[in-house]
């Protein structure tokens, strides 16, 4: 895994003056008491000129609901650790109008790139809050770069709805449909987690027609889960023309030995439009020969055409660009 993360570096080189451009972007420093700093992360993301820049944030919890609409905004946690910097807010979908409308960060614009911090919306743990749509992190630009991120949730964790998005050496975490949206994603060695609860939807992707291009993939993915999550399912298809594979994945969890259901079992009849898929998936909830029939257990040929190059059809610079403003 080292060797593709300076893979990736490496062909930085290539980009014709990225890291440049990324040294000469403004930069604006989010802490409660540094001197010049900004005191809120919103004001921060607020004062960066149009053509985006680099905001450092300071360890510690910051409460704030936050928009990103300029495009080339990295976000960066200056702490050791992902855990040291928290981006929280508790809204919800029956509190801010509806479920997009819930995110603790919505970015809009394109390139976004956040590194090295958590993201969170804890609506759920607040016992007074009925449970609801409370969404973390919802993205909706182009070329979105995630690396060392944590992404803190329930129901509705990660809205991964637009553009391209990719997620290396992250952590999502939820209980029903907790990586849902229409995006073409990937994710490269994240771990993904289910929460404790009557049953564990990961993924409702909602691709919308056949000749649609996206999809979401999970690449060398580790799957976990809480001791007292229920029947734990690797996706349900949110619109007709779902699309999911897992490549190389460990599933170290209680996957149910069908792996896919229905959207609605015995209501809706989805499944058969959905592409469904996995490669060479080990540990206990891998399971080939009980997977449901309309999934697909595939070849090393068949999971080429779905490995990162390829699934980007050849475009990743922005990719190493991402990541090595990142790092």
Not at 23 to 38: C, H, I, N, R
Not at 221 to 227: F, K, L, S, Y
Request: glycine share 10%; charged share 20%.
């Amino acid at each position: 895994m080292m060797n593709r993360l300076i893979a990736l570096l490496a062909g930085v080189l290539l980009l014709g003056g990225a890291p440049a451009l990324a040294q000469e972007a403004p930069e604006v420093q989010v802490s409660a008491d540094a001197p010049g700093a900004q005191r809120s992360v919103q004001a921060a993301i607020d004062a960066l000129p149009d053509s985006g820049g680099i905001i450092r944030i300071a360890p510690g919890v910051w409460r704030e609901k936050l928009t990103v609409a300029k495009s080339g905004v990295t976000l960066i946690g200056t702490g050791l650790r992902p855990e040291d910097t928290v981006l929280v807010f508790n809204d919800s979908a029956m509190t801010a109008g509806g479920t997009g409308k819930s995110g603790t960060l919505t970015a809009s614009g394109d390139d976004l790139r956040i590194g090295n911090l958590t993201i969170q919306n804890d609506w759920w743990l607040d016992p007074a809050n009925p449970p609801s749509q409370a969404v973390a992190l919802l993205l909706t630009g182009d070329r979105a770069v995630l690396y060392r991120v944590r992404l803190l949730g329930h129901q509705d964790t990660l809205y991964a709805n637009k553009g391209r998005q990719y997620f290396f050496d992250s952590y999502v975490e939820g209980h029903v449909d907790f990586i849902f949206g229409n995006a073409n994603a990937y994710w490269e060695n994240c771990r993904i987690h289910g929460l404790a609860g009557a049953e564990v939807m990961i993924t409702a992707q909602s691709r919308n027609a056949a000749d649609e291009d996206s999809a979401y993939v999970f690449d060398r993915a580790t799957v976990t889960a809480e001791p007292a999550a229920g029947p734990i399912w690797l996706g349900r298809p949110w619109r007709d023309h779902s699309r999911v594979i897992f490549l190389d994945s460990h599933m170290d969890a209680d996957v149910h030995p069908a792996g896919w259901r229905e959207w609605t079992p015995g209501t809706t009849n989805k499944l058969p439009t959905t592409f469904y898929a996995e490669h060479a998936s080990t540990g206990r909830g891998a399971s080939p020969e009980t997977r449901e029939p309309l999934s697909h257990q595939l070849s090393a040929e068949e999971a080429e055409r779905w490995r990162l190059e390829a699934f980007f059809k050849g475009d990743t610079d922005w990719i190493r660009a991402g990541l090595a403003a990142l790092r």
